[in-house]
């Protein structure tokens, strides 16, 4: 049972447009979601976060954006460049029974963005 | 700062032998840990995972086993590697519950074969 999911295995876009990741999740208790960043033989880097009550975050170039009625959010690059190539996880994760949490993530399979120059 | 350690970077084993790898975090305290593996082409699931010393928590059943002897040590065993084992395995340490909304950091990760 996937809980999260990333539809979209690879995205290519030119450097200096605007890429656009998508993430689709069935768990409505989920209520945190990332977004990660991982190059290849490395552990991912977490690059930005959003929790239920808000649908917008913004860090510099990254935005993510959460429309909680259609389980969906999405990630935000602008402008693209080359440096931002590598494969984005998102993730999600729920509170335990007694409203706190020990974090755990559900990850997406990953899309592989290549920003070409 | 925090930084967290995981050796070694890559491990070629042969099927039945044991597994110990290793993970370790520092500039913290009392963190959350957590063990992922990222199989060839797939996303990371969660193995498991430790909240103190001593508390381990299975996500799937599988042919490994987790510990915890020290506060910052997490150590992933298996007695005997099956094939399917191989994978990318990836350490993860997070502040711990009292802090909800709060990330996890990762590990460089081990790269396992297993012949």
């Known amino acids: 049972d996937q809980q999260v999911k990333q539809n979209s295995p690879s995205l290519s876009v030119q450097e200096g447009r605007i890429s656009i990741l998508n993430c689709d999740y069935t768990?409505?208790?989920?209520?945190?979601f990332l977004w990660y960043k991982k190059y290849p033989a490395e552990g991912p880097t977490f690059l930005i976060s959003?929790?239920?009550?808000?649908d917008k975050n913004e860090d510099g170039r990254f935005t993510v954006f959460l429309n909680k009625s259609a389980k969906h959010l999405s990630l935000h690059i602008v402008p693209s460049q080359p440096g931002d190539s590598a494969v984005y996880f998102c993730?999600?994760?729920?509170?335990?029974?007694?409203?706190?949490?020990?974090?755990?993530?559900?990850f997406g399979q990953g899309t592989i963005l290549t920003v070409h120059p | 700062s925090q930084t967290i350690h995981q050796w070694p970077a890559t491990l070629v084993q042969p099927v039945g032998s044991p597994l110990s790898l290793e993970c370790t975090v520092e500039?913290?305290?009392?963190?959350?840990l957590y063990w992922y593996r990222q199989a060839a082409g797939r996303g990371l699931q969660l193995l498991f995972y430790?909240?103190?010393?001593?508390?381990i928590s299975s996500e799937v059943p599988q042919n490994l086993s987790a510990s915890r002897p020290q506060d910052r040590q997490f150590i992933l065993s298996s007695k005997k590697l099956l094939l399917s084992d191989s994978g990318f395995y990836l350490c993860?340490?997070?502040?711990?519950?009292?802090?909800?909304?709060?990330?996890?950091?990762f590990g460089p990760g081990t790269r396992l074969t297993v012949l």
């Open positions: 959003i929790s239920s009550i808000k």
């Open positions: 500039g913290t305290s009392n963190p959350n």
């Open positions: 993730a999600a994760s729920a509170p335990n029974a007694g409203g706190t949490s020990y974090g755990k993530l559900t």
């Open positions: 768990n409505s208790m989920f209520d945190y």
């Open positions: 430790s909240v103190g010393i001593g508390q």
């Open positions: 993860a340490w997070r502040k711990t519950l009292a802090d909800y909304y709060n990330e996890q950091f």
